[in-house]
């Protein structure tokens, strides 16, 4: 008999699954639903590679979800910074504060699809030490990683041709050379073009890839409103088309969750599947963002200065590194004009040297209080458990914080001056990059909620997939981490699927 996958959600870790399954087992019928609508073609394309302006501004509104229609979640502006880990267009704001909890006010996701993966920006750091889930071996560690830089197009810049980059790298560095703190290009996710720019990755490159025979199926604008079961068993899902409000409910012998950090564990609540772990651990990399008015020494002039520049091919990071006394993520990004409003009269205005914008990126201890929590009787715009969301920082993060002000401190002054009102920290949810709430674990001890192939403990036929699985304290970009979860829990689903055929 043919078996049937369901996939829920159309970013990047649900296409990784999609993709491989596809791929590899011959006769495998994949149905994948998206409650957000195609807003690019090719399906899932980043909005950065959509050339007119206005189609681009309509594809980042249709994937803000039903919620701003109401004005229930808008952006908040003044705080939002597009660039390496804060940008928000494209996203809408869900979930709000548990009660007496700060929260995570900024918490958001995209609802389109592609998922987050129309919008990201494409930075695609690896995880190391102890980022990396310690019960997955290092070997198979670099396996599923090559896996993902493959399927999500990784790409090493080495900033040739990049005058402004390439002096502002040599700068750090020397900054930070006696420290023995490695200062490098950030590796991100596109591919060269014969012009020298670049084509950014979306899910499309990711779906690219899978066969066209007929055996998969995109469903838009269908929500799964929840998992069915036969005893513990998974066997399908009910789905509501958002256009007509027709539920349906649909058999599949494997369901896969893939529908982000904060909605794949409300699904699960939702669908009565609610052990111990759900939605706690969760964690962020909380931000210490500024903006620094370059010195004219720094940087050699533009050749065009009117010409177009895409910051983001030119990011420089210091990665993630405890040994030399460095336990965060540093992402730093020049452009010719300042990320973000200057007041008027602000002597940082019109800096002829340029701006850096510079992101550090800290861990956040898992804690089983930083938790999300759902209201039945206070559902969401879509009729799903409302979700309320606790969160806060302790002293390890506020010392981390202290810490991560000195380098940045560092890297600031070797570049010129921070501009007005910097640096700040990030409202929390401004990473974007919500971890923990669906946590993998090596046993059923009761704080995790799937074991190491990502497979909900008691629940066959159950699989998982998203940030939500990282069940350590990582402070950078997790997409690479979660598409290379994502390939250990497909390749596991292949073998499980040709034996059960
Ligand atoms: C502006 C921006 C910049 C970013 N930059 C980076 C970066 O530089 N590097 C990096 O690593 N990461 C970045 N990210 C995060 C990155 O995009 C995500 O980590 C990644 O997309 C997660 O993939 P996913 O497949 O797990 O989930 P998502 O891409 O979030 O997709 C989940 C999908 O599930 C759908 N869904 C939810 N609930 C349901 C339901 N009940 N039924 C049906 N469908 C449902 C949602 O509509 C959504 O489309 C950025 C994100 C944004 C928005």
Redesign the pocket.
């Known amino acids: 008999m043919t078996p049937r996958v369901l996939i829920?959600?159309?970013?990047?870790?649900?296409?990784?699954y999609a993709r491989l399954l596809l791929e590899q087992v011959p006769d495998v019928e994949v149905l994948m639903?998206?409650?957000?609508p195609v807003v690019t073609r090719p399906i899932g394309m980043n909005v950065k590679n959509v050339p007119d302006p206005e189609e681009q501004a309509a594809a980042r509104l249709a994937?803000q979800?039903r919620s701003h229609e109401s004005g229930v979640s808008g952006i908040p502006g003044g705080v939002v910074v597009?660039g390496?880990?804060?940008?928000?267009?494209?996203?809408h704001l869900i979930g709000r504060a548990a009660d007496g909890s700060p929260g995570m006010p900024a918490a958001?996701?995209?609802?389109?699809?592609?998922?987050?993966?129309?919008?990201?920006?494409?930075?695609?750091?690896a995880p190391t030490g102890p980022e990396r889930a310690p019960f997955i071996e290092d070997a198979d560690w670099e396996q599923h990683l090559a896996v993902a830089e493959s399927l999500l197009h990784v790409h090493r810049p080495s900033f040739d041709g990049a005058p402004q980059a390439a002096a502002i790298l040599e700068r750090i560095r020397d900054e930070f050379a006696p420290d023995g703190i490695t200062v490098r290009p950030l590796p991100?996710?596109a591919d060269p073009q014969a012009d020298g720019s670049l084509r950014w990755s979306g899910?499309d490159v990711v779906l690219d890839g899978v066969p066209d025979d007929g055996r998969f199926t995109l469903r838009a604008e269908?929500?799964?409103?929840r998992v069915l079961r036969d005893g513990d068993r998974a066997v399908g899902a009910v789905?509501r088309d958002l256009r007509t409000g027709a539920e349906e409910e649909v058999r599949a012998d494997v369901v896969v969750?893939?529908?982000?950090?904060?909605?794949?564990p409300?699904?699960l609540w939702?669908s009565g599947i609610r052990p111990e772990a759900l939605g706690r651990y969760l964690t962020e990399h909380p931000l210490l963002f500024g903006v620094v008015a370059v010195r004219g020494d720094v940087v050699p002039p533009r050749e065009d200065p009117a010409g177009p520049v895409d910051p983001?091919r030119a990011i420089i990071a210091i990665p993630f590194d405890e040994e030399h006394g460095h336990p965060y993520s540093a992402q730093m990004m020049f452009s010719p004009v300042s990320p973000v409003p200057l007041p008027e009269g602000s002597r940082f205005r019109d800096n002829p040297g340029g701006y850096v914008g510079m992101g550090w990126g800290l861990r956040k201890w898992p804690r089983p209080e930083d938790r999300l929590t759902f209201e039945d009787d206070a559902p969401d715009e879509?009729g799903?458990p409302g979700i309320r969301i606790a969160y806060e920082l302790t002293d390890l993060e506020e010392a981390d914080f202290e810490r991560a002000r000195k380098h940045q401190a560092r890297a600031a002054a070797a570049l010129g001056e921070f501009v007005d009102g910097m640096p700040r920290v990030m409202p929390a949810g401004s990473s974007?990059?919500y971890m923990g709430t669906v946590r993998m674990g090596e046993t059923d001890d009761g704080t995790s909620v799937c074991d190491a192939w990502s497979r909900v403990w008691g629940v066959p036929g159950l699989v998982l997939?998203?940030?939500?699985l990282i069940p350590t304290a990582n402070s950078?970009?997790?997409?690479?981490?979660?598409?290379a979860l994502?390939v250990r829990g497909a390749t596991a689903l292949v073998t499980e699927l040709r034996e059960g055929a």
């Open positions: 829920v959600g159309s970013g990047p870790t649900g296409a990784t639903v998206e409650a957000g994937s979800g597009e390496t880990i804060t940008a928000r267009q494209g996203t958001a996701g995209a609802t389109c699809v592609g998922g987050q993966g129309v919008h990201w920006t494409c930075a695609t750091p991100v996710a899910t269908t929500l799964c409103v789905l969750l893939a529908a982000d950090a904060l909605r794949t409300q699904l939702a983001i879509n799903l974007l990059h997939a998203g940030n939500g950078m970009n997790p997409t690479l981490t979660s598409v994502a």
